[in-house]
């Protein structure tokens, strides 16, 4: 079956621009995190979703960043005004339990 | 507040050479600790869930071992192939419950 995917791989942006970033669970997952990496760190989490409700949001460094699930499957990461600080990479992870499920990713690159 | 130290930082083995990696952490009440591999480029693959002290799981060359202040992954006769960063993460019980809090990683590099 599908693991977890993430869209798009790489996204270089400029210094103030918004960006969207895209995570496809594995299916009948009802558990969705987003974690953030930075190079040679272990992942940070951001936010946690079960079902369509955000469950613990106490990741998310600032109110520029938000997240959805609207239908309770797909979730975008949104980053408004973006900074060269959020350069990292963004994983999304899925569970059914307690094991989580980690995509390969999102590269995001702020000049 | 939760927190996981690995290490090494880096190990670096010769084929065959067995080691131990260390995952020292502090946690509200321990609900899992997760081992993880990680490849350059990739998303965390998932190896091991231990839940209790005493609490062994094995799987090809791997071993992990659990006590109440720290784990460790066991690497017996490693292969090249063996060569990733190894991250190690603690699930806390209660209301927090569901996020991963991760240690840095050990970068392992195992040479023919």
């Known amino acids: 079956g599908a693991g977890v995917s993430q869209t798009p791989s790489n996204k270089v942006t400029e210094k103030g621009k918004y960006v969207e970033l895209r995570c496809d669970p594995i299916?009948?997952?009802?558990?969705l995190y987003w974690y953030r990496q930075s190079l040679g760190q272990g992942p940070e989490f951001l936010i946690y979703?079960?079902?369509?409700?955000?469950?613990?949001d106490s990741g998310l460094p600032n109110d520029r960043f938000f997240a959805v699930r609207p239908e309770g499957s797909v979730s975008t990461l949104k980053i408004q005004r973006t900074e060269r600080g959020d350069s990292a990479v963004y994983l999304c992870?899925?569970?059914?339990?307690?094991?989580?499920?980690f995509g390969p990713g999102t590269r995001l690159t702020v000049l | 507040e939760d927190q996981v130290t690995q290490s090494p930082e880096a190990l670096r083995l010769q084929e065959g050479e067995s080691s131990s990696l260390n995952c020292s952490y502090t946690?509200?009440?321990?609900?899992?600790l997760f081992w993880y591999r990680q490849d350059p480029g990739k998303g965390p693959e998932f190896l091991f869930t231990?839940?209790?002290a005493g609490e062994e799981k094995e799987k090809e060359r791997l071993k992990a071992t659990l006590t109440k202040k720290e784990s460790f992954l066991h690497i017996t006769a490693p292969k090249p192939e063996d060569s990733a960063t190894y991250l190690c993460?603690?699930?806390?019980?209660?209301?927090?419950?569901?996020?991963?809090?991760f240690g840095g990683g050990t970068r392992v590099l195992v040479k023919p």
């Open positions: 299916s009948g997952h009802t558990a």
């Open positions: 979703f079960q079902g369509t409700g955000a469950a613990d």
């Open positions: 992870a899925s569970s059914l339990g307690r094991t989580q499920y």
């Open positions: 993460a603690v699930q806390p019980g209660g209301a927090a419950g569901n996020k991963l809090t």
């Open positions: 946690v509200s009440g321990l609900r899992g």
């Open positions: 231990l839940y209790s």
